[in-house]
Every structure is written in C-alpha cells, then in structure tokens.
C-alpha cells in the first residue's frame, strides 16, 4: 500500500492505493475507516485499488463530515489530485454506498460501474434519526465504547453458523479496534450526515452504469430488501445475496465478496441505455 495525503475542499484526506490498471475504489462503512476493505488487498494484483479514510475517519480527521453529498466531493477531488483519468469503479459500503449513490450522481464522469453493497436507496425514518441523535448524545457522554458495543452485534450476521466461522473472533477485534480509534466530534458528525442524508430512489432510476449489488443475507441494518428494491429501481444491476453474511460482508466472506468483485469486472450486466461497461 502507498499512503497520499491529498487536498480536497477545506481539509487533506489520506488515501491508500495498491496495484495498477483499472481504478476500484473503496469507500468504507460508518463509524470505520479503509482497514475494513483489508481482505480486499488481493484485488491488488488485478485492480489499483483506491481506498480513502472519509473526511472524519483514519487519517482523515482535521475536519468532520457534515453530508454525503460534501463526501461524495471529497471523492471526486481525490482522483482528480491522484491523477485518475479514466471512469472509476466506485465501491461503498453502507455510508460508503450512500456516498457512492451521491458521486453517480453529482460526479457521473467519474464512475465507470458501481458496487454497492449492504446498503439502501432511502433516506431515514423520523424514527431512525431520533435514534441517531440519541446515540450521538450517548457516544458523547460515554465515548466510542459504547458505539461499539451498540454496533458490532448488529455489523455481523447472527446465526450459529456465522458465530462459527474461523475468522469471526478476528473481524470483531478489527471492527472493535477501528471504532474506538474514531474521534468522538467525527462520529457525532458522521450520525447528523447519515441522518439527514436525502433519499436517492428516484435519482438513482436514472444511473445507468453497469452496478453490482452485494448484500449478506444476515444484514440486520439493511437487509437484502434494501437491495432487492435498488434491483428493480436500477437499470442495470446484478443482486447477489451471500449466506452467512450480515452487514460486513467483504469482511464476513471475503473470497466470495473477492470473486463476485472479479467476476462483475470480467462480465458486467448488459446496459439497457448504451453505457460503456466499467473502463
Ligand atoms: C454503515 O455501516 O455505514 C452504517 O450502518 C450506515 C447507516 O447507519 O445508515
């Protein structure tokens, strides 16, 4: 991996990339950072693979996330100040996925084909937002721990099955260490983002590049419904539902996440509009 420090509006972000050719992008989850995408390392040898810590994140921290759409930017300046030409492939996770939706959007030359994984096209319940203003409240008063108590059981998926995979132990460890290392104001920051993130169904019927949607079949935060209704909504997509999975997948199952990767690169679903296929 090579760490850029590089310039976006009003902060700098650090960025990992590894590999060459083609650029995949890796936009990780809330409240994480780009080690989550570290079973993804072996993409490496097909793929250059671009992975930042979002504004508020890793090594992202001078300033904090105020909107999907501001994170989306940060995206856009980043390949422009490393020098990428061509249409990537944009990658996100969960928050990752929203800000993925939002550069489909505002930055359409930038993305060549999307992934969009344990993620959803809608905005927030009044409900939902309550309850991240809660949280928010909570992590001030009480610190990351308690985030991170809150969060793991409902990242992983909760069969006896899922309980039992070998690398279960390790992921919780990872995921648990990278949550307590985000600052406080960036996770207070990052919950009135997602919060007040607006719903992208509509904006997202008219994106036409080749999209793959991942989802575990366990995810409790979105659950495969979330993707299933994207399929119908998306013009040109390819839902895959991986078992044993809940809303980490590539970390849950990376060689299937990895092959399903590789594959949609190899042979993207035929666009219905002309799109050129991921370059
Ligand atoms: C994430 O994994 O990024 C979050 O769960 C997103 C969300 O809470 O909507």
């Known amino acids: 991996m090579t760490i850029h420090h590089v310039p976006a509006a009003g902060t700098t972000l650090t960025v990992h990339t590894a590999g060459l050719g083609r650029p995949l992008v890796l936009l990780h989850g809330f409240p994480l950072d780009h080690r989550m995408w570290e079973a993804q390392a072996a993409l490496a040898d097909h793929v250059r693979l671009i992975a930042p810590d979002l504004r508020g994140f890793g090594g992202s921290t001078a300033a904090v996330a105020t909107s999907m759409e501001q994170l989306a930017d940060d995206v856009a300046a980043l390949l422009a100040a490393l020098h990428v030409t061509t249409p990537a492939v944009i990658c996100g996770l ?26 959803k096209l809608e905005a927030d319940t009044p409900d939902a937002r309550a309850a991240r203003a809660d949280l928010a409240a909570k992590v ?38 990278t ?43 979105t659950p495969p419904e979330c993707l299933e209704r994207a399929e119908e909504i998306m013009p040109c997509t390819r839902l895959l ?25 190899r042979h993207p679903p035929g666009t219905l509009g002309g799109a050129a296929p991921p370059a």
């Open 179 to 221: 949550i307590l290392e985000q600052p406080v104001a960036s996770i207070q920051a990052a919950l009135g983002a997602l919060g007040s993130r607006p719903d992208m169904t509509e904006a997202m019927r008219h994106v036409r590049v080749p999209t793959l949607l991942i989802v575990g079949a366990e995810d409790a935060i």
């Open 94 to 119: 969960s928050m990752g996925g929203y800000v993925a939706q939002h550069l489909a959007v505002r930055h359409p030359d930038r993305v060549a084909a999307l992934v969009l994984v344990d993620t």
């Open 140 to 177: 001030g008063r009480l610190g990351q721990g308690i985030l991170a108590d809150a969060m793991i059981p409902r990242l992983l998926a909760g069969s006896a099955a899922a309980r039992g995979l070998p690398h279960r132990a390790a992921v919780e460890e990872t995921l648990r260490l």
């Open 241 to 265: 539902i991986v078992p044993h999975a809940g809303h980490m997948t590539p970390l849950e199952a990376p060689a299937v996440f990895n092959a399903a990767v590789l594959e949609f690169l």
